[in-house]
Each structure stands twice: as C-alpha cells, then as structure tokens.
C-alpha cells in the first residue's frame, strides 16, 4: 500500500476515536482507501458511534467519498424474519401509517400485509438481509420517511437500515423538517415521554433539552434522535430527575 495511504488511515484512524469517542480494540474497524474513496467495515455499538465514525471521516483531507458498511452489533441474532415481521409490527401499529400499504419481501417473493387505503399515504416494503433493513417504496413526506426508518432501527436484530423509500411529490428539506420528524419518532416511542422533551434542529445537528425520569430514558430519546434520517449530530442535554 502507497505510503500517502497509509497516511489517510492513520489519520481516518485517529479521527474516528477521537470524534466517534468509539474504543477501536473493542470495536476494531476495517479500512480500505482507493482513488479517494474510503471504505469503512465493521461494528459499531449504536448508530450514534455509526454516524460520528463516518462524519469523522469525510471531513480527513484527501478522503473525496466515504462508502458505508458498518453495521450495529445487535448481541444475539434474530434472525432476518424475526428481524422483518418486528420492522411490519411497528408500521402496522403506528397511527401515521394506517393509510399505506404494506408488503414484506419473505424468501424473494412480496408478501402483502396491508392494501392501501383510500386516501393512501404510499406503499411500503420491507426487506431483511443480514440484519440490514431495507424499505423501498414511496410515502407522501419526509417526516413519514424519516419515521419509517426510525421504526426500522426498533426492530430487534436491525444492524442497519437502508432508507430508499421516495418522497411523491418531491419536498424540499431543512431543519424545521428534521424537527418535526423527531417530534413525530419520539411521540410514537412509548419508552420516552415526548411531551418533556425540547428539540432544537440547526445544520442537521440535533440539540435535546428538558427534563426525564432516568439515564435509560435519556439514551433513548437521543438514540432516537441518532435514528432520524440526516441528522449528523446530537447534543443530548436532557437533565434526569
């Protein structure tokens, strides 16, 4: 390997346990730099260490695109179906999907779960491989995309999720957006009490404010703020009481 690449993972290396605040013994990260693009593989242990490794990287000089494989260690496999009926469970419950369609891709066939409604608001699929969740399909927001991938990240056994579900007609995004989609994730989460929580969204990063009843509420509200779709960052200043 070229010595100036060596260079470029060294400092890929540092930034990501520097930035990502992630112990690469523990979580040792694979790496693979050519013609300016940067591969990183491995696992992490949640998807807020995931997208701090990969903004961490971007930003190293000489780094011109990042190709992502990281994946969330999920302890003891579910299994993919164990994985895919969990993902359907959460649309199917979750009142902002009651008009969309619903199809799961089990052992390479579509398998349908709900037709559209009326005044459908899209059609979704699911597909589970390796623990990676992919939705395809089409919704009528952002805000219903963003959501859609955060009840994907609830499933257990999810290491991953692939979000290609399109937005028709086409919306214009900003922050006021990424707000209002954390605002609809923590209110269909009923492990948080949504209603105490401040969110602040400015250059895709995430400031929570406000006060919750214990440490394990306080994860999970920002891991659910780690969960919405193009949010970089998270600043978590909720006080427990």
Same mark, same amino acid.
């Given at each position: ?33 050519? /013609? =300016?693009?940067?591969? *990183? !593989? $491995?696992? @992490?242990?949640?998807?807020?260490? +995931?997208? #701090? %490794? ?75 491989? /390796? =623990?990676?969740?992919? *939705? !395809? $399909?089409? @919704?009528?927001?952002?805000?219903? +995309?963003? #959501? %859609? ?84 960052? @998270? ?7």
């Amino acid at each position: 390997m070229h010595n100036g690449n060596d260079g470029i993972l060294r400092k890929a290396q540092a930034a990501i346990e520097r930035e990502a605040h992630l112990d690469t013994q523990a979580f040792p990260i694979r790496m693979e730099f050519r /013609d =300016g693009a940067l591969l *990183l !593989a $491995g696992e @992490v242990p949640h998807i807020g260490a +995931k997208k #701090l %490794a990969l903004r961490a990287v971007a930003k190293v000089e000489g780094v011109g695109a990042v190709a992502d494989r990281l994946r969330v260690a999920a302890g003891p496999t579910a299994g993919d179906g164990t994985t895919r009926d969990a993902v359907c469970r959460w649309l199917l419950r979750d009142i902002d999907f009651q008009n969309c369609g619903l199809a799961a891709r089990i052992k390479g066939q579509l398998e349908t779960l709900r037709v559209a409604g009326a005044d459908a608001s899209g059609n979704v699929e699911v597909a589970v491989t /390796d =623990g990676v969740v992919t *939705l !395809a $399909g089409t @919704v009528i927001s952002l805000s219903h +995309k963003r #959501l %859609a991938g955060a009840l994907a990240w609830w499933a257990q056994g999810c290491r991953d999720v692939v979000n290609e579900l399109a937005v028709v007609p086409p919306e214009e995004d900003s922050d006021d957006e990424i707000a209002d989609a954390l605002r609809l994730v923590l209110e269909s989460d009923p492990s948080v009490h949504a209603a105490q929580i401040g969110i602040d969204s400015r250059d895709r990063v995430v400031t929570l404010a406000g006060v919750v009843p214990s440490a394990g509420e306080r994860t999970r509200a920002e891991m659910d703020a780690w969960s919405v779709f193009a949010v970089d960052k @998270v600043v978590n200043r909720l006080e427990v009481r």
